[in-house]
């Protein structure tokens, strides 16, 4: 062991400890010390011991350094964590908006738009077919097959669609009372593709074509459209319950399902948010957070990131893609078959007025401009010129 230091003054010490060297050892009143002696250097209050760990502790140069890490890494460490908590933080509240609140709402504004969209949605707008594909006559009845005296045994009709003719309009033409009639006869997609010269075959009651699978029988296809083999094998006027893989079976009184009519009719929305989102407002009566004054919400408030891409809900043309004191930026697309969607607070419009645009097209991107409280999109749907729900339409 080395020995470290000796610090004191003759004055202040009452019984001074008597130590000499000899022969590189020390001894400490009057017996050896358990260390050897190198060199050393002396001052008058100091005797160290270069090399040792008080000398090194003692030493300026040392401390300085010591106390240099000792704030120094802590510093940093504050320097580094806190700018990445307030970013984090920051990128929290960019993500999730809170509800949108219009402090002073100009009423103006919101009459304009929904004259606009009541403007566009009447141009198109056609009463003569309920949401479920009935055939509406001029009282507003649905037409049954009663009333149009339809027969059992299945019997087609050929016919070559002229201009102008609608699908809605050859349904009532030939007595039948859903459209998904002509729909599923003549495996129509879009009914917005039928052209002037087309084909199409006209059954003499209303149905659905079915496809036999292979290993299906009568008795499976019954239940499954909710309709009696009798009627079946009538329609079809057979007597044998065997069927064989791709037959065709016409099946009476059935309907196509919800979904693959509004398909069939351009009418089957798609989200116009892909990325993850959150809904913060609901379509319908509401209160003000801030004044509790219940408030007519116009549509759904979809929380998300600035910068978020928004599509077109469904096919269609531009109508409108301007600025709104309440929206912001804004887009108006009209779908050509009674539905208008309006997109609000852009931040910015990438569709431009009177462009097409198929349904996943990219029209903007999501913000906070006009009124505001984060970033998110405000979805609104028109039918007719009437307000609908958005959530009910998306697939």
């Not at 011991?49 to 504050?78: E, G, H, Q």
């Not at 852009?346 to 984060?374: E, F, H």
């Amino acid at each position: 062991m080395e020995i470290i230091s000796y610090v004191g003054a003759a004055s202040a010490v009452k019984e001074p400890m008597q130590f000499h060297v000899h022969k590189s050892r020390i001894q400490i009143a009057g017996k050896p010390a358990p260390f050897k002696v190198k060199h050393y250097a002396a001052t008058a209050d100091v005797l160290v011991m270069p090399k040792s760990p008080l000398a090194v502790a003692c030493n300026p140069r040392k401390l300085r350094r010591a106390s240099f890490y000792k704030w120094f890494l802590p510093t940093l460490a504050i320097c580094v964590l806190v700018p990445f908590a307030v970013f984090r933080a920051a990128d929290y509240m960019e993500s999730h908006a809170n509800p949108v609140v219009f402090p002073s709402l100009p009423q103006a504004e919101i009459d304009f738009l929904n004259t606009a969209m009541a403007r566009f949605a009447m141009e198109q707008g056609d009463d003569s077919v309920d949401e479920n594909g009935n055939v509406l006559a001029d009282d507003g009845r649905i037409l049954t097959a009663a009333a149009v005296g339809l027969g059992r045994a299945i019997a087609y009709t050929p016919y070559v669609v002229a201009a102008g003719d609608t699908i809605s309009g050859i349904t009532k033409k030939f007595g039948l009372g859903n459209i998904s009639t002509l729909i599923a006869v003549n495996d129509i997609d879009n009914v917005r593709s039928l052209r002037a010269g087309q084909k199409l075959r006209i059954p003499n009651q209303d149905g659905v074509v079915h496809r036999v699978a292979k290993g299906e029988s009568v008795n499976a296809i019954s239940v499954a459209y909710h309709v009696s083999v009798e009627e079946i094998l009538d329609a079809n006027d057979i007597d044998t319950m065997t069927l064989h893989a791709g037959q065709e079976l016409f099946i009476p009184g059935a309907k196509m399902d919800t979904n693959s009519l509004k398909k069939a009719m351009g009418e089957l929305f798609t989200s116009p948010i892909k990325a993850t989102w959150r809904l913060t407002s609901r379509f319908g009566t509401r209160a003000d957070p801030f004044t509790g004054v219940k408030s007519s919400h116009t549509g759904v408030d979809m929380a998300c990131p600035t910068g978020t891409p928004i599509y077109a809900a469904m096919s269609g043309k531009v109508v409108v893609a301007g600025w709104s004191n309440v929206f912001g930026n804004y887009i108006i697309i009209n779908h050509e078959n009674g539905y208008q969607t309006l997109y609000g607070h852009l931040s910015k419009r990438i569709a431009q007025q009177g462009q097409r645009v198929s349904q996943g097209t990219r029209i903007g991107l999501a913000g906070s401009t006009g009124y505001s409280t984060g970033p998110h999109l405000h979805f609104t749907v028109y039918k007719n010129g009437k307000l609908v729900d958005p959530l009910t339409l998306f697939k």
